[in-house]
């Protein structure tokens, strides 16, 4: 919705008086329009024109993400009226068809076949369903001939779309290779069960395969039914068990013992794999296993992942203390000599001391995406131990290979994002670091996060600071993003060694532990903060804390020392109008953005509405 010009009006006009058609569709906006109000109206013309103003580039960039909410929020809230208005612009036929059979009965059915064929492929999905081919039955009785008579339109399988239209699927796709998965919900495990019987009947046609055990039992079913017959068509395997007890779904005799030659994708979870399954002589190129029995020891792995050369993706995630390996020694191998020469991204979830022995024998010199999830339930005896030497020799030295030990090398990690664990449960946190300087074909992103319990929170901080001096994270990050809470970041002391750590931090944004930074940097004097250029606060109240009074003497104190301006902003901020204008007042602060806090919050008559 945009204000008119003449022109425009002149052709409104001019429609309303010639076409009937867009002339009721103008009466029922209009009639809309006088329902919802003057206010609505100018709310909804108020979103559209933030929204355009973010895209030519008005708003920073950390001010995308609310405006667009906000915006999208009013588009839904008054729906029925941008409804009204869309349809005012939409193209009609120039013509009316009569009272004749529609041409489409008169293409050829190979042609029609072929149509069917491609709209297999949109993704028209009710309840997790796959009903497109269903759908296409029920428009004539030619159409239901033409359409059991098409292979390739039943391809896929939905296996929760229950036993009839399983063995619909299956005869009517013939000899075409299927993808077999589950699209929604399994409500009734044993009639499940029978699809995925009839199913795996079908094993050496099938491409790709998606399927999840309930128990023992149904655990025990898949490893009988995936060794009945080869699947030499096979290019994706993902297996989810759910059981408390791990059973050998895929050994030896695994596809009738014979190797899955197509086989690139295999993700595997809660189920057990022994060593000398056939699926791991298949040329994989995606690797991914999460609490999985598996190996006994670090040679075992490491042999598992030597004749793995093509691998692109690895993922190991183990959280089970009864699943860790024995890494206490390793027998075959010396330090970088596993070859992993085609990998891109790495995920590593583990306890610190396996994740370290298992990076040690990787050659990843290609790697552009490394992830690191630690944990460790003996805190006292992972901090008296020679893990914190030995993360510096594995990870810093690995990291000073790539980018050199000089202070400033071009193309080191530039920021640094601060987040809770990788897991909705876990209670530590994760240190991602991203943004290279320059465009380069290497690591792009680095991740390391540990799940600590939080009554060790010196001990969290001491992994948290650990991690930061490596070079040259310390001399290279110039951006610090910590919008979350973190009971890690809540404190003085945390933020003076973060601040004493990264010299040259030039833009910071910060959470609910603002108070704790502003009072930290604050402490340090203006002169400390003189590389400072851009404060972004999410989500805090800043006269409550007080720090706004800190931050206007802070960077006033900076400017008078002749450094540039900082730009400051504020999201998702309760801020009354006139603590704006003493921010905007102050010399050594411009610009100042200040987006207000959801409309949950109220705001007074002079809030940052009348100044933003």
């Keep these: 919705m945009t204000v008119p010009s003449s022109d425009d009006m002149e052709t409104v006009k001019h429609l309303l008086n010639s076409d009937p058609i867009f002339k009721e569709k103008m009466d029922t906006a209009t009639s809309i329009a006088d329902k919802i109000g003057r206010e609505a109206l100018a709310e909804i013309y108020a979103a559209q024109s933030s929204v355009k103003q973010l895209n030519e580039g008005g708003y920073p960039s950390e001010m995308e993400e609310i405006i667009r909410k906000k915006a999208e929020g009013t588009f839904r809230r008054y729906a029925k009226f941008m409804g009204a208005m869309v349809r005012l612009v939409e193209p009609r036929l120039s013509g009316e068809y009569g009272p004749v059979e529609s041409p489409v009965h008169s293409l050829p059915p190979e042609m029609l076949s072929a149509i069917f064929t491609l709209t297999a492929d949109i993704p028209f999905v009710v309840d997790g369903q796959w009903w497109t081919p269903r759908v296409l039955r029920l428009v004539c009785r030619h159409w239901k001939k033409l359409a059991e008579e098409t292979p390739t339109l039943w391809r896929k399988v939905d296996l929760t779309g229950g036993l009839q239209w399983t063995e619909h699927a299956l005869r009517w796709s013939k000899s075409v290779t299927l993808d077999v998965r589950m699209g929604g919900r399994v409500y009734y495990p044993t009639t499940f069960m029978k699809c995925a019987e009839a199913a795996l009947e079908e094993l050496p046609r099938i491409h790709s395969l ?76 995606t690797l991914d296993l999460q609490s999985c029995e598996v190996w006994e020891n670090a040679d075992e792995l490491l042999h598992t992942l030597s004749i793995l050369p093509m691998l692109k993706h690895l993922k190991l995630w183990t959280d089970d203390d009864d699943l860790r390996i024995d890494v206490s020694k390793v027998h075959d191998f ?195 903060a003189r590389s400072i250029r851009k404060l972004v606060f999410k989500g805090v109240t800043p006269l409550e804390d007080g720090s706004i009074d800190k931050v206007v003497a802070l960077l006033s104190g900076r400017h ?52 933003v």
């Design 210 to 285: 998606q399927l999840s055990a309930y128990g023992n039992l149904e655990l025990q079913a898949f490893a009988d039914l995936f060794a009945s017959q080869s699947a030499p068509f096979l290019a994706e395997l993902h297996f989810l068990g759910e059981s408390s007890t791990l059973v050998d779904v895929f050994h030896d005799n695994t596809f009738a013992g014979e190797v899955p030659t197509r086989l690139r994708v295999l993700s595997v979870a809660s189920a057990g794999i022994v060593t000398s399954s056939p699926l791991f002589r298949a040329p994989l190129t």
């Design 334 to 528: 010396r330090p970088k000599a596993v070859k992993l020469l085609n990998l891109k991204s790495l995920s590593l979830r583990d306890d610190i001391k396996v994740i370290l022995v298992i990076f040690k024998y990787l050659d990843i010199p290609h790697v552009t995406t490394v992830s690191i999830g630690a944990d460790d339930d003996n805190i006292d005896s992972f901090m008296g131990s020679n893990v914190l030497s030995e993360m510096d020799s594995v990870f810093g030295t690995y990291l000073t290979h790539l980018f050199g030990n000089t202070a400033t090398p071009s193309d080191a990690f530039t920021c640094l994002t601060v987040t809770s664990f990788q897991e909705e449960y876990g209670s530590g946190y994760d240190t991602l670091f991203t943004g290279p300087s320059i465009h380069r074909d290497g690591l792009t992103e680095f991740s390391v996060g540990f799940d600590l319990d939080p009554d060790f929170m010196d001990e969290s901080r001491a992994l948290f600071m650990r991690t930061l001096s490596w070079t040259p994270m310390s001399f290279c990050i110039t951006r610090l993003i910590a919008t979350e809470w973190l009971e890690l970041l809540d404190g003085d002391d945390i933020w003076i060694q973060i601040l004493q750590c990264l010299h040259n931090l030039e833009e910071v944004h910060i959470g609910k532990s603002a108070p704790y930074f502003v009072q930290s940097i604050s402490a340090r004097g203006p002169e400390e």
């Design 560 to 611: 008078d020392l002749g450094y540039p301006p900082v730009a400051l902003s504020y999201i998702a901020c309760k801020i009354p109008g006139p603590a704006v204008a003493k921010l905007r007042e102050t010399a050594g602060i411009d610009p100042v953005y200040v987006h207000p806090a959801p409309p949950i919050l109220t705001l007074e008559s002079d809030s940052v509405d009348e100044d």
